[in-house]
């Protein structure tokens, strides 16, 4: 148990079923209406719990954001495979609880993920966001994202665009 109201720290095995909360709760948010009702209700029943604690097992870098112990929010991170921003890092995910959006937490994910890759001197980080997420978009250019290019998806026969941000590491 930690002191602090609120925590940032690698996520465990009993963390499994809030993440897989926090991924339903936002994707819904995020994506009702953007990806098809179907579509969307498939992607998300993909990441239940036992997705989580596959992940976890893999290795796959989860940072927990908890306010009173709860957990709010998640990271997930590693290498960028996004090969032409010549970053050497990338956030694959980075989503709040709805209630906790708009309240200073992402930004605060963010940049401790962000600092991880910057004590690693990585060159710096990327991130992909879907191009219609108009909140994502405006999140990531108010904390400093530059646009850098654009990418594709198909998500049930449809080709998305996706708008690439990155961050480079000013100290390397």
Avoid at 44 to 54: F, H, K, L, N, T
Avoid at 85 to 113: A, C, N, S, W
Wanted: hydrophobic fraction near 40%.
């Amino acid at each position: 148990m930690t002191t602090d109201l609120i925590d940032l720290r690698a996520a465990r095995t009993a963390d499994c079923k809030a993440l897989a909360g926090i991924h339903n709760e936002a994707w819904l948010g995020a994506y009702r209406g953007v990806l098809h009702g179907l579509e969307l209700q498939r992607m998300i029943s993909r990441r239940g719990e036992s997705w989580w604690r596959g992940a976890l097992a893999r290795g796959v870098n989860v940072k927990i954001l908890a306010i009173a112990d709860v957990p709010a929010g998640y990271a997930t991170y590693g290498p960028c495979r996004l090969r032409n921003t010549k970053m050497d890092g990338e956030i694959y995910e980075l989503y709040l609880k709805p209630e906790y959006q708009g309240l200073g937490f992402g930004r605060r994910l963010f940049e401790h993920v962000q600092k991880i890759f910057a004590d690693r001197r990585a060159s710096g980080i990327a991130v992909q966001v879907l191009s219609d997420n108009d909140p994502a978009k405006a999140f990531y250019q108010a904390i400093g994202g530059q646009l850098s290019g654009k990418s594709w998806h198909r998500v049930g026969g449809r080709r998305l665009e996706l708008s690439i941000y990155v961050w480079p590491n000013r100290n390397t």
